[in-house]
């Protein structure tokens, strides 16, 4: 309470007498009041800390970390460098076999079929025609091995082969200047991300894994592998993308996982 | 901030802007701790799981909701914390010298139950070693927690921690570490209560209430 404490005898304004005033009141109040209000919070706020019982339930508390997750979507915007390129490594170092994971099961997998697949290309782009997997696998194709991390803490290396998403974008004439690009997903999922991570030289429209075309459970017949973003950020199966200037969230993103989700 | 008063009753033992940055890093460990180790359990990698009820958050990305929150409470608590303690000499002045003779000496006569808690403004050399542990020890569990959540762009940072996966165990450690350190901590204060008034604001010689 030093914060508003005044010399009294040389200013006398009627704020520093009503502080004054104030203290003096509490001060006659407080010891036990003070004292029960001290302790029922103490316990209490510890309680539900520990819990997470009242603090996850309200939704102001809720709004709050909400905007805070916004910003730090903006912190990891301005920390974002394009030209860092994530750690890659030996064949040996592969992590065998490399889990699945989705949120399903993996007896649940899509499978698609090559014949009838058809990407749509929509949004700020120039040109809207559908790419058949044999038009995607004629582009100029790139291998990666990196490192896949889960937003549950675990990590896998894997072997992934693919068009450039960078060199996808301008082929087909996509505003660069955009915000966002989102995701359709056969298997009813969806995602979005960031133009800069878009562009980043090790993000991939994946077509194979490990040399070999990409296995169901890994996203046939496409996926998008981003070494600088978490797994939910990967979408597989992918069927359709379009190029935004509007917020377009994510199945998980939309649930509280953050939306930026990579380094 | 004016301190003026005409009685002049004896100063508070600790200055307002570290008992402030005091209580403020406890919310912010309790919230952090709570919540991650409710993100340890979605993969724990030690073989055991963290009880639901001690964790915070209620699921996976609500928990990382209130981690992520929390690390810039402290985050910038630290860097007030440390700023105001070197700028204003207290860290020069409260936990040096520090030697391993001190540290010795004072452990022992702690446990023959003889070493004097009389004055809260001076720091034996345990709490010395003790509260500079802590400050590295948070040190290391923010680096590595920088590592986890931008591991791409801390290229060299993630090096010197061994990695992502090490940084993961490191940031693991470091947590621990800090649990043991509070649960000690809670203790002393549990045995030495005018410590705790100490810290929210008693006065020097005033004969504890």
């Known amino acids: ?263 | 901030m004016s301190q003026a008063v005409f009685d002049a009753p004896l100063p508070p033992i600790h200055p307002l802007w570290m008992r402030i940055s005091h209580w403020l890093n406890a919310a912010a460990v309790l919230l952090l701790v709570a919540s991650g180790w409710r993100i340890y359990d979605a993969s724990p990698f030690l073989g055991f799981s963290i009880p639901a009820g001690l964790t915070l958050g209620g699921w996976l990305g609500g928990a990382l909701q209130w981690h992520f929150a929390a690390m810039w409470l402290l985050v910038a608590n630290g860097l007030f914390y440390l700023g105001m303690n070197i700028g204003t000499g207290r860290l020069a002045r409260k936990f040096f010298p520090l030697t391993a003779a001190g540290v010795l000496r004072d452990a022992l006569a702690a446990l023959r139950g003889r070493l004097s808690h009389a004055d809260p403004r001076h720091y034996n050399s345990v709490q010395r070693l003790a509260y500079l542990f802590v400050m590295l020890d948070l040190a290391l569990i923010v680096l590595s927690g920088l590592v986890l959540w931008k591991s791409v762009q801390f290229a060299l940072l993630r090096e010197l921690l061994g990695g992502y996966e090490f940084a993961r165990r490191i940031h693991f450690a470091g947590m621990a570490m800090l649990v043991a350190f509070i649960v000690v901590h809670l203790a002393m204060v549990a045995l030495v209560p005018r410590s705790l008034l100490a810290m929210l604001g008693a006065r020097g010689q005033e004969k504890s209430a």
């Open chain 1, 1 to 263: 309470m030093s914060f508003f404490k005044r010399p009294i005898a040389t200013q006398v304004d009627a704020d520093a007498v009503l502080i004054d005033a104030r203290k003096l009141i509490e001060k006659r109040l407080s010891p036990s009041s003070r004292r029960h209000f001290l302790r029922g919070s103490l316990t209490l706020g510890g309680l539900s800390l520990l819990t997470g019982c009242a603090l996850d339930g309200d939704a102001d508390v809720e709004a709050a970390l909400q905007r805070i997750s916004r910003f730090n979507d903006g912190v990891q915007g301005l920390l974002f460098d394009p030209r860092q390129l994530a750690p890659t490594y030996s064949q040996d170092m592969i992590t065998r076999p490399f889990p699945f994971n989705a949120y399903y099961g993996e007896d649940q997998v899509r499978v698609v079929e090559e014949a009838g697949y058809r990407l749509e290309v929509s949004g700020l782009v120039a040109d809207k025609r559908r790419w058949t997997l044999a038009q995607l696998r004629a582009m100029a194709q790139q291998e990666q091995i990196t490192r896949h991390i889960c937003v549950e803490g675990w990590s896998a290396i894997g072997r992934w082969g693919g068009v450039p998403f960078g060199d996808f974008l301008r082929r087909v004439g996509a505003d660069l200047g955009a915000k966002y690009v989102g995701f359709q997903c056969a298997d009813d999922y969806h995602t979005s991300i960031d133009m800069a991570t878009a562009l980043h030289p090790q993000t991939l429209l994946a077509l194979s894994y490990d040399g070999a075309p990409l296995p169901p459970k890994y996203g046939f017949p496409m996926k998008l592998r981003m070494p600088t973003k978490l797994g939910y950020k990967n979408p597989k199966h992918i069927t359709a993308l379009y190029v935004t200037n509007s917020f377009p969230g994510g199945y998980w993103e939309d649930q509280g996982y953050n939306w930026f989700g990579g380094s």
